[in-house]
């Protein structure tokens, strides 16, 4: 029920997931409003959609705790404890992220040798493997649960974003890199410096600090860093890339032929765009948490609704949670 | 002597300058490299351009303190010296930022009422004033100075980043703005939710926290965060046009269609990288010194190099520090 166009957008990317994959898909919040949407679609009787009716729902604006304290019945919050209780394998939601965070964490607790979860955004990035015209990708952990951070989280997150990475982007062995303001170890904060003698140790392939202007350029996979520098990342990423274009129409608007430059660059560049907010990369799996979360955007459109149900099925086939579960344990013995 | 391609573009640069200025320019460093460059300009003895020869410099990759400890007569040392007695009005450095930070700091000492100085980083902004193509400005500061920062220190870039932001860009009241992950004041870390309640009863004019993605949109003139913060979005927006640009020029380059594309495009590209790097927009000022430095990028253009000796000879005729020893002694009665 959460995100800027629901239950719109969320109810017709799970038709477009159902219709891709043959796992079941509950669809959590105002039953009639849900209906109402799914009877849009013709093919809505052949598909595995059922619903769960909630009366309440965390509104976009409001405090997170107190919503969720207030509204037992909130539908992110029945929809977490069914996967809890086992009724689903993996939550997805485009709403409050902050409630979504914390209705995971309270419903399915956290992964031993685990303290924070954390939010892996999905990036473009350049690399010599890539294919023309596509590029590789980077995962930016955390992007904005925990805007404090303390060095053996940053462990934590490097140890869950390569699992990720193994898991969902085929790496056979993610470069793990940290986030500073230099690449000597001696530079950046206090957290970064500490974080980078935990890590020189950790069971990671660390490569390590890099600077901001190199988080696209492939040079990691996996790149750690705290909540509030990865989510000051992600959002100047997501502004300067719309300032750009608005930089680059107006310039090439002036005359026909600049103007069929604009219009031969526009899709490129609407494909960057959308590969820069993670949502329409398919959603940020929460790391950290028992139980498998994808964190959509508000924004979501339907399609990255169903790119993002398809990654929290494929985790959930997968066994991530175990996985995890196994690689977490093995960190905090070594 | 300092920067990628010493003393070369500096001289350059400075040559450029003394053709627009009639103020007369120092060059500090190795004499014989510096008028061997020299030669190569037709209107040298025309020019009012003087050597000062040192025998000693701060490599790129010396650790400042020790640098400066060990070589009294490194160049950057030797020209803040020149500043502070007097015999020149501004220092300009492509050189070692933090080497440039410290002798500028020992040789000026602070402004009464600063604690820490913080480089100023002037960015291309969106807005509904602006030119068609032409774009306003804003400035993000610290942007490297500081890694850490507390709560006062925020307010004084404030205040700092406005008095350049009218002396040096013609904006007459500056909306100050906070850099943090939420709008709202209770959100961001613990040193943004000091310093949003600190800067609402500053003497600015403050509108709040902005988020990175609004960073370029022109709804502030003046950015301030932690050092560490601030050269994350700097870097990672240098390193993210290129990345666009990369993504684009292959995506572009398939066709005689979509390269016709690329080519007009790539112009506009260009101008914008250079806007973004900071150096090339005529370099940083360091705030907080009780003199004028302009700190260049290492890979400064000629061109750059011209653009940042003539914004420090712009900042020292306006008597721009002592416009900000009366606001910040204002600013400290207050």
């Not at 979504?100 to 964490?105: D, L």
């Not at 924070?116 to 990708?137: M, V, Y």
């Not at 940020?284 to 149900?309: E, F, M, N, Q, Y």
């Amino acid at each position: 029920m959460g995100g800027d166009l629901a239950p719109r957008t969320a109810v017709d990317g799970a038709v477009l997931a159902a219709r891709r994959i043959d796992t079941g898909i509950t669809l959590v919040g105002d039953g009639e409003a849900i209906e109402r949407e799914l009877a849009r679609h013709l093919d809505r009787a052949a598909l595995d959609l059922t619903i769960v009716h909630t009366p309440e729902r965390v509104a976009m604006d409001e405090s997170p705790t107190q919503a969720l304290r207030r509204k037992p019945r909130a539908s992110v919050k029945v929809a977490a404890e069914l996967v809890a209780a086992g009724e689903a394998a993996a939550l997805f939601s485009a709403g409050h992220t902050g409630a979504t965070v914390m209705a995971s964490h309270a419903a399915f607790g956290m992964l031993p040798g685990i303290d924070r979860p954390a939010l892996a955004a999905t990036l473009p990035a350049r690399g010599t493997d890539a294919r023309p015209g596509k590029s590789r990708a980077v995962v930016l952990l955390d992007s904005g649960a925990n805007v404090e951070c303390r060095p053996q989280h940053l462990v934590q997150f490097a140890m869950m974003g390569a699992a990720f990475a193994r898991a969902a982007l085929d790496v056979a062995e993610p470069r793990v890199a940290l986030l500073s303001i230099g690449e000597e170890a001696g530079k950046g904060n206090e957290l970064t410096r500490e974080a980078h003698q935990l890590l020189r140790t950790a069971p990671v392939a660390f490569v390590g600090n890099i600077e901001a202007g190199e988080l696209y350029s492939g040079s990691a996979d996996v790149v750690v860093c705290d909540g509030f520098t990865g989510n000051i990342a992600l959002k100047v990423s997501e502004g300067l890339v719309e300032t750009v274009e608005d930089m680059l129409r107006e310039e090439l608007a002036e005359t026909l032929g600049t103007r069929l430059g604009w219009l031969l660059s526009r899709r490129a560049f609407r494909n960057f765009r959308r590969r820069v907010d993670y949502a329409e990369y398919g959603g940020a799996p929460l790391l950290g948490v028992a139980g498998i979360t994808v964190v959509g955007h508000g924004r979501s459109s339907a399609k990255a609704v169903r790119s993002a149900i398809l990654m929290a099925a494929r985790l959930a086939g997968a066994g991530f949670i175990e996985k995890l579960k196994v690689e977490a344990s093995a960190q905090r013995a070594s």
